[in-house]
């Protein structure tokens, strides 16, 4: 399934996990405890479980998130400014600003970035290589990331009316009905650094990979989604990045 070759031969590949201090709904969230460990520690570990990725950068704000990411392995090159640390601020202006001071302080240009979100914890860490091998294999190819397929009807509202979103077989037998995909760039996303501007960081010539999880779901932004993390590993024994 991956290539044989060293994938250095096609450029830097590296990880960086945005973690700032502020967080309204769950304070302190990406150092919350989760089965023993900080939430940040999830998303460095799925960096490191990657063949292909040669280093795992955290982007933060806090000298507190500094030290427990230098702990469990990653790089803070530097701190993020307050400006980009907004509740407003974008993922792509995040990381944008990163690359640009990644490569103006460090003389280090990546061409493939992989993306994970610190309160995604449930995620294949198999997928994770198949995302950036889709990109190693095919130049073509800006962006590969996770999805979770829903058989579930979706509406919306436009300009006060309610509009079927899909509207082919919406009512056939879930085996037969065709799904829709959920993006879960969360769990994982490889992308070129081309495509991280500060109005997306999707290319246009996308690979998806399908999320087969049995739990396809839990994304940690309050104490409620903490608690039912901490529920799955308990008792239904799944472990983050399994």
């Not at 001071?101 to 198949?130: A, C, G, H, S, W």
């Not at 993006?183 to 690979?207: F, H, P, Q, S, W």
């Not at 989604?225 to 024994?237: E, G, R």
Request: aromatic share 8%; glycine share 4%; with cysteine.
């Amino acid at each position: 399934f991956y290539l044989k070759n060293k994938h250095q031969t096609y450029g830097k590949i590296i990880s960086v996990i945005l973690a700032r201090a502020g967080s309204k709904g769950l304070k302190n969230k990406n150092l919350r405890n989760l089965d023993g460990k900080p939430l940040l520690y999830y998303a460095i570990e799925a960096a490191k479980s990657s063949k292909f990725i040669d280093k795992i950068y955290v982007s933060t704000d806090s000298n507190k998130i500094k030290k427990i990411a230098i702990k469990y392995g990653a790089q803070v090159p530097f701190l993020r400014s307050k400006k980009l640390s907004r509740d407003d601020t974008t993922t792509e202006e995040t990381l944008r600003n990163f690359l640009d001071k990644l490569k103006i302080k460090k003389n280090y240009n990546p061409d493939i970035i992989v993306y994970f979100q610190t309160t995604d914890i449930f995620r294949k860490k198999v997928l994770i290589d198949e995302c950036i091998n889709n990109l190693i294999v095919n130049s073509k190819i800006d962006s590969s990331f996770i999805v979770t397929p829903l058989h579930k009807n979706f509406w919306q509202y436009k300009k006060g009316k309610a509009i079927r979103i899909n509207k082919v077989g919406v009512y056939l037998p879930r085996q037969k009905k065709m799904p829709i995909f959920r993006e879960d760039t969360g769990l994982c996303l490889a992308t070129r650094n081309k495509c991280i501007t500060k109005t997306k960081r999707i290319g246009k010539n996308v690979k998806l990979v399908l999320n087969t999880s049995k739990i396809d779901m839990v994304d940690i932004h309050t104490m409620n989604d903490l608690n039912l993390a901490n529920q799955i590993i308990k008792n239904i024994k799944l472990k983050p990045n399994f």
